[in-house]
């Protein structure tokens, strides 16, 4: 599908944050998925801490996937509605989500836009960061004036940070400037974590920048830096054909495909690998729960 000139509405070409607030469920069902599995396993290590921190963090409104050992039983009795309590480890990890919004992923050939989809793996990402006790950010890239949302922990925090997402993206569409290279962004991002956090970004790496692979290693230097390549079904197997163009210098050609190819260079995730970074690409065409898998992969080495 192309860029709409006005119906920035349509499925798959605006950030639905309600949808974003429903991927909570799917990570606690795969999380406790996971917990069934690996107590099933004499031997295994499980990758999240257990316990539930000592620090009490907020106390809020029971909903599907809480632990019923976590029912605040002086607000449920004065409410007669279930809440439970949020507990904040002392050890939390911050996992700063880098959101690629720029001209090139408001693209899309199959069910939704790169940009869509980018949201959907940070999203997935972030409450998975919370159920693991950590804290969340934002830095979303809008092809104009960034969106940050700053480091916290709790069901608040992915609200903000959801809100983020879905007013970075609205920025995108309406921004007319050029797109700016992405190694700058990756800099800034990598600065404004503290050290041994976590940095996950969900790009094409369109227009990466001449200084991309250096901002890798800068970056995997001092925190743990993790990139969703987010990939549309054109780019990995575009059919055979006559592919017109513009470039973002306004220059028009055509591109003539004379059996299908593939747009991106078969070894460009293992460079990104050897320097370091966790590297998986993500099918945009695919729905969000399908992305489970492919960020534990990700997150357990790429």
Same mark, same amino acid.
């Given at each position: 599908?192309?860029? &709409?000139? *006005?119906?920035? $509405? ?6 639905? $944050? ?21 107590? =099933?396993?004499?031997? !295994? ?16 409104? @029971? ?20 809440? #439970? ?5 002392? %050890? ?9 919004? %720029? ?21 997935? =990402?972030? @409450? ?22 700053? &480091?916290? /922990? ?16 609205? =920025? ?8 700016? &290279? ?15 956090? $976590?940095?996950?970004? !969900?790009?094409?790496?369109? $227009? ?18 993790? +990139?969703? +390549? ?17 470039? &973002?210098?306004?220059?028009?050609? #055509?591109? +003539?495909? *004379? /059996?299908a190819g593939n747009a991106r260079p078969p070894d460009a995730v293992e460079a990104l690998r050897r320097l370091g970074a966790k590297v998986a690409v993500f099918a945009a ?14 997150? *357990?080495?790429?």
């Open positions: 599908m192309e860029k &709409p000139a *006005a119906a920035i $509405t349509e499925a798959g070409t605006g950030i639905d $944050t309600d949808a974003l607030l429903r991927l909570r469920h799917i990570v606690a069902d795969a999380r406790r998925l996971g917990l069934r599995r690996t107590s =099933a396993r004499p031997g !295994a290590v499980a990758t999240r801490r257990r316990g539930r921190g000592t620090e009490i963090d907020e106390v809020r409104l @029971w909903s599907h996937g809480d632990d019923i050992r976590h029912i605040d039983r002086n607000s449920t009795a004065r409410t007669g509605v279930p809440h #439970v309590r949020t507990f904040r480890d002392e %050890r939390e990890q911050t996992t700063l989500l880098l959101a690629d919004f %720029r001209p090139s992923m408001l693209f899309g050939t199959r069910r939704a836009f790169r940009s869509v989809a980018a949201a959907e793996i940070l999203a997935l =990402a972030g @409450w998975a960061a919370l159920s693991a006790g950590g804290r969340v950010a934002l830095l979303a890239l809008t092809g104009f004036e960034p969106v940050f949302v700053r &480091p916290a /922990a709790g069901e608040r925090a992915m609200l903000r940070v959801i809100g983020g997402l879905q007013r970075a993206h609205a =920025a995108a569409w309406a921004s007319t400037a050029p797109e700016a &290279p992405l190694d700058a962004a990756l800099d800034i991002a990598a600065r404004a974590l503290p050290r041994g956090g $976590t940095l996950l970004v !969900a790009s094409g790496l369109d $227009t990466p920048g001449p200084g991309l692979n250096d901002a890798v290693r800068r970056a995997v230097h001092r925190l743990d830096l993790h +990139i969703a +390549i987010v990939s549309d079904a054109f780019e990995r197997a575009a059919p055979p054909g006559r592919y017109p163009f513009l470039t &973002p210098e306004g220059v028009f050609g #055509v591109r +003539i495909l *004379a /059996a065409e695919l729905p969000p729960e399908r992305h489970i898998q492919t960020l534990e992969r990700l997150h *357990a080495g790429g």
